[in-house]
């Protein structure tokens, strides 16, 4: 089992920045991490991942260039850090974690609130 703990949320007006990190308990088994992101009233959407190996990255078009997901192997920990932010950035904000057996993630995050006020 992988236990993750997200931090760094808050509130932030239109156009500032935030860092979120996501403290992952163990990654010997993690092939990829992820942060997602969840509206009221919206479906769960994909915001970044990065290959825990090799530190290679993808993002959605609705964050590129403005997010950027980073990992710290020595301390376990993805990172995601949220610049230019637009009020339809507000969500909630999972980090997950998924196996190298598994094609869906294994593991999620509480989640950390992110309020972008306009």
């Known amino acids: 089992q992988v236990q993750l703990v997200e931090s760094g949320g808050g509130t932030v007006q239109a156009g500032g920045s935030l860092r979120l990190s996501c403290a992952a308990s163990?990654?010997?088994?993690?092939?990829?991490m992820a942060w997602f992101r969840q509206a009221p009233g919206k479906e769960r959407e994909w915001v970044a991942s990065?290959?825990?190996?090799?530190?290679?990255?993808n993002y959605p078009d609705s964050v590129k260039g403005r997010f950027t997901i980073s990992r710290d192997n020595a301390k376990n920990t993805v990172y995601l850090q949220m610049n230019s932010l637009k009020p339809e950035d507000t969500a909630v904000y999972y980090c997950?974690?998924?196996?190298?057996?598994?094609?869906?993630?294994?593991?999620w995050g509480q989640g950390t609130q992110v309020t972008v006020s306009s």
């Open positions: 990065v290959t825990w190996s090799t530190g290679s990255t």
């Open positions: 997950a974690a998924r196996k190298f057996s598994s094609v869906n993630y294994d593991y």
């Open positions: 163990r990654t010997s088994s993690i092939n990829r």
